[in-house]
């Protein structure tokens, strides 16, 4: 709960940076507020649409929120992006699930 007002802090204060929007969607998502961090996630691949990390995110919340195609599109990103070890893991798992 502390970590979810710290991001919605943030991203009334600076809701155009695509870091901020990242944190903010990835925490809203992990909330279970999978359609608000979707539209969050989706102004976040905007801003960094080679952030691996972000593809990540992005992919997930479209799993959940049952956007299939969008979210293998999404993964393949990711999983071709630069990520840590454990996130491209996740990432691949992601992207298995999706096919």
């Not at 996630?41 to 992919?59: F, N, R, T």
């Not at 299939?68 to 298995?96: F, H, N, T």
Request: glycine residues 6%; proline residues 5%; without cysteine.
């Amino acid at each position: 709960p502390r970590a979810m007002a710290a991001a919605e802090k943030a991203y009334k204060a600076l809701p155009k940076a695509p870091a901020i929007q990242d944190t903010y969607g990835w925490a809203l998502f992990k909330a279970g507020k999978t359609d608000e961090a979707v539209q969050v996630l989706a102004e976040a691949v905007k801003g960094m649409p080679d952030s691996g990390e972000v593809q990540y995110h992005y992919a997930a919340a479209l799993a959940k929120a049952g956007r299939k195609d969008e979210a293998r599109a999404a993964a393949e990103r990711a999983v071709a992006g630069a990520l840590p070890a454990s996130l491209k893991a996740e990432a691949a798992r992601l992207l298995q699930d999706l096919k």
